[in-house]
């Protein structure tokens, strides 16, 4: 049952979803991606078509069922590579390197963007992204610019004790310096992320905002909230925490952006409070 | 008189000396601590609040906790190996620590409310669980040490594989699970301090309750029953006692393994004795035990940033330990468990039963090949698109089964090694030791498949060839060289959930590994199991005399003329290559090295070599029906082969071992 499509743009599936994020900002409903479930739970945006069909698991990308959904070209990222002899064999594999430990990833996810963009007929609408999201950043930089004298920390809880940290080469990290804010976080990450650090290690950025990333485990938040530790933190005590809505911390610059506009809409919101 | 009190004296002093050496040491760090954490550099108001908050919130109330969990695990264990009469018993080796995970993995996926209520109830319902399961598996063999390590040890193995499909279908809280897993410390306020105190007290007080009856309880049943010991409410209470405490130590800190082994044994090395002595020496140790492993972990960390997650580290120094109080586990008589394993009724005619077994296998294949489900529902491929799909579906049928064959033939092998109906590949610690090989792979190569592959090769032969050294030392045993496999297993496990608690993606592959998928298999490792079969597998049936005579005792081989040493060695070397080439294929999970030979044996095939090929070929079909219903069952999601194979064969081993063991009561 092969569906009718544009000469121009051939059936693409993916295995990724900082492409799956990309493709559908250009316009672009992939016959195949997955983990959509989680997907529409985590990355949230752009919103998934119901047309695509679920891949399952992101470690095991079911391959029977992507052979039958027909691409004739799939895009996959380095996280992928042991899945890419399976992949070949269904059709044409095209790889992007967005996160690689210690180089950081925004150019890597707009060259990721033009690259589609140009290989699916969709130049201008890449470009004009790009653009966008250069302007977007612009803008919500001057917006910001009252609170850029203190620095930011992203984190995602582990639980109550302890947390997972962005640093500069993540797309955390990236925004954060777009939108002229500090990292708090100066330490090396690899990988993006670095993990389990102790809630202590707080103390030392006194000045920052917290930033806090999605998921927050269960009864994680009642247990800091009577902590006197927790609430002895400047940060806390003066109520510099962040709660923000889900963002896929390894996306393209869909997420990017979506952080950038959460993280000052809260921004503002906060300042809004005091 | 006075010449014996001499040496006690000097003895005495000797062991004062070694006790203030081990306080000293424990109170010498906490200072180094201390005194190494980083200032604040910030307005110096500001900063000593800051300071002060962290000394009496953050490191204070770790160390208060470190001494309080030690000494609660040390108290558990005692109680756990006086209660079992077993040497090597502990929260860890029973399963508790493994139970109240899976309790706790599962509620915080699928019902987060009930650990808002009670994370503790959650911990101990699922300790609880374990453990009677565990003791359940044993009771028949009337809980003997060895028997009962073992079945924890599946019992574990299964809640590990169950955890493991959890996180990987709810993978947005893999972090939080997996720095519990990991067992931290590092503590922001007095809760878990103030929560775990006063149950270590409680614990303490009614353990000292029951002194009398615990003292009692070294005695074997019909004394202690003659003496008018209500004897098993006494030993159930003990029990409860330690479950209580080590889940609650669960609960709060996550898993901290060996402590509890460790705290007695050491306890009685320096120089405690009676109960009364163990009982106060006991979580001494095990409080000095945690609070020096914290600090250390601690002053070799960077910045406010452990080195390693604690529980992580007691699995460093708790391994190694293991091994040295293996020489006090009384060897069993390997008569006993060759009762076990004996036929139910013999198959008269073999061949012909094994080559029907043979075709039952290749008919569940063609079908696992042709039917599968796709968009539009279930079908069965035929014409184009069967050739269509067999790339797909085959490779990932032959690594299955080939992984399956290689895990029947190396359970098979051990069981008769060691003359242990319990032994199996997972036991000898090899496929644990690949996934150090993979971490080491993931942190030091670039990602590739071919760095994985090497990564796992490297780890499994790393841990076979120092098994096969311990093997080859004289008097080590065939039931202490299964420990030692215990052993191993433990420690690398703990050293790939240090790298799990770093939850980036790494952690992702190394999961991905553990629950062992079949889905990437392709050209390589239709070719890697294949191989495998036909260099490892055909060669054993040229060994079937050494399988006849092994599970005799080394007595009666040597005295029919068979080098003992030299056949072991070869036989271990098979089973190890063959766990680890499987472990590749199918992760380090499933069970089926374990459940297959008893599959086999419960067919009536007793002669080794029938034994043997009957274990292979039942090994490769429960793959292959794993595989498929792994394939369909949430289709398009997929459940990994090797821990739905666990998930088939854990529930059917339990089963099984208490029908066996009722039949020889």
């Known amino acids: 049952m092969p569906c009718p499509t544009r000469a121009a743009e051939p059936r693409v599936a993916t295995v990724d979803w900082s492409v799956l994020e990309t493709l559908l900002a250009l316009g672009i409903a992939p016959v195949a991606a997955p983990e959509l479930r989680q997907f529409r739970e985590i990355a949230v945006e752009p919103a998934v078509p119901s047309v695509v069909t679920d891949l399952g698991l992101r470690g095991t990308v079911n391959f029977e069922l992507l052979l039958l959904c027909r691409p004739e070209l799939i895009y996959s990222s380095s996280f992928y590579v042991s899945s890419e002899p399976r992949l070949t064999r269904i059709a044409p594999v095209e790889r992007f390197s967005i996160y690689v430990p210690g180089r950081p990833p925004y150019e890597p996810a707009a060259a990721m963007m033009r690259s589609i963009g140009a290989r699916l007929g969709r130049s201008s609408e890449a470009e004009r992204y790009i653009v966008e999201t250069e302007a977007e950043f612009a803008l919500l930089r001057e917006r910001l610019k009252p609170y850029a004298a203190r620095p930011m920390i992203p984190i995602n809880l582990g639980d109550a004790r302890h947390f997972r940290v962005f640093g500069a080469d993540s797309m955390f990290g990236e925004v954060l310096k777009r939108l002229g804010l500090a990292n708090a976080w100066t330490e090396a990450t690899s990988y993006s992320a670095m993990a389990p650090v102790g809630i202590e290690a707080l103390a030392r950025i006194p000045e920052a905002w917290i930033g806090l990333i999605p998921p927050v485990p269960p009864g994680a938040l009642e247990v800091l909230a009577g902590s006197t530790f927790w609430n002895a933190l400047p940060s806390v005590r003066a109520g510099r925490l962040l709660q923000l809505a889900s963002i896929n911390p390894f996306g393209g610059l869909p997420a990017a952006r979506r952080f950038a506009r959460l993280l000052t809409e809260a921004l503002l919101t906060e300042r809004g409070h005091g | ?665």
């Open chain 2, 1 to 665: 008189m006075a010449e014996a009190v001499l040496p006690m004296r000097r003895q005495f002093h000797h062991q004062t000396a070694i006790w203030l050496a081990a306080i000293f040491a424990a109170a010498a760090l906490f200072a180094a601590v201390v005194m190494t954490r980083p200032s604040l550099t910030d307005p110096a108001e500001l900063a000593r609040m800051l300071e002060s908050a962290l000394l009496w919130h953050s490191l204070v109330p770790r160390s208060v906790t470190a001494l309080i969990c030690g000494a609660a695990l040390g108290l558990a264990g005692l109680l756990l190996q006086r209660v079992l009469r077993n040497p090597i018993a502990d929260a860890s080796t029973l399963g508790v620590v493994s139970g109240a995970q899976l309790a706790l993995t599962i509620a915080t996926a699928f019902a987060p409310a009930a650990i808002a209520v009670s994370r503790d109830g959650v911990a101990l319902a699922g300790a609880i669980g374990a453990v009677a399961l565990v003791l359940g598996l044993s009771w028949r063999r009337g809980l003997e040490p060895l028997t009962v390590v073992l079945s924890g040890m599946v019992v574990a193995l299964l809640a590990a594989a169950m955890s493991a499909t959890v996180i990987l279908a709810k993978g947005e809280y893999m972090l939080s699970l997996f720095i519990w897993g990991a067992g931290s410390l590092s503590q922001q306020s007095w809760d878990a301090a103030l929560s775990l105190g006063p149950r270590l007290l409680l614990g303490w007080l009614a353990a000292g309750l029951l002194l009398r009856p615990l003292a009692l309880l070294g005695l074997d049943d019909g004394t202690a029953r003659s003496l008018g010991l209500a004897l098993h409410s006494a030993r159930i209470a003990v029990l409860g006692i330690a479950i209580w405490l080590a889940a609650s130590v669960t609960a709060e800190v996550g898993v901290i393994g060996f402590v509890g082994l460790a705290a007695p044994a050491l306890a009685r090395e320096a120089g405690a004795r009676t109960p009364h002595q163990l009982l106060l020496a006991a979580p001494v140790v095990g409080a000095l035990l945690l609070s020096i492993t914290d600090s250390a972990v601690q002053l070799l960390g960077s910045g406010l940033n452990d080195l390693a997650p604690t529980g992580a580290a007691t699995a460093l120094f708790g391994g190694p330990l293991l091994l040295w109080l293996m020489r006090r586990v009384p060897p069993t008589p390997p008569a006993q468990t060759v009762d076990a394993m004996a036929p139910t009724n013999r198959i008269s005619r073999p061949l012909p039963a094994l080559i029907a077994l043979a075709a039952m296998i290749a008919i569940v294949g063609i079908l696992g090949l042709v039917l599968g489900r796709g968009p539009q529902g279930w079908g069965l491929a035929t014409g184009d698109l069967f050739t269509e799909l067999l790339p797909f579906r085959g490779p990932r049928l032959v690594a299955a089964g080939a992984a399956g064959a290689l895990l029947g033939a190396a359970g098979c092998l051990m069981q008769r090694l060691t003359a242990n109906p319990l032994a199996g590949p997972e036991v000898l610690g090899v496929s644990a030791g690949g996934g150090v090989g993979l971490t080491l792979a993931l942190i030091l190569l670039p990602f590739s498949p071919f760095s994985m592959l090497a990564g796992i090769t490297g780890g499994s032969l790393t841990v076979l060839l120092v098994m096969l050294a311990l093997a080859a030392r004289p008097g080590i045993g065939a039931q202490r060289l299964l420990l030692a496999g215990i052993a191993m297993g433990a420690l690398c496990m703990a050293l790939v959930s240090t790298a799990l608690s770093r939850g980036d993606l790494r952690a992702y592959v190394l999961l991905t590994w553990l629950s062992g998928s079949t889905n990437r298999a392709g050209e390589i490792e239709v070719w890697i199991g294949l191989l495998g079969c036909l260099v490892l597998l055909a060669p054993l049936f040229l060994a079937t005399r050494w399988l006849d005579l092994m599970p005799l005792g080394e007595a009666t081989s040597r005295s029919l003329g068979l080098s003992i040493a030299g056949s072991r060695l070869t036989l271990a070397t098979v089973a190890a290559l063959a766990t680890a080439v499987a472990s590749l294929l199918i992760g380090p999970l499933s069970l089926i090295g374990l459940i297959a030979p008893h599959l086999a044996r419960l067919a009536g095939f007793a002669r080794s070599r029938d034994q043997l090929a009957a274990s292979i070929l039942t090994g490769c079909g429960v793959m292959i029906v794993a595989d498929w219903l792994a394939r369909l069952v949430a289709f398009p999601y997929q459940v990994p082969t090797g821990l739905f194979a666990a998930l088939i064969g854990g529930p059917y081993l339990i089963w099984l071992l208490n029908r066996t063991g009722s039949r020889h009561a």
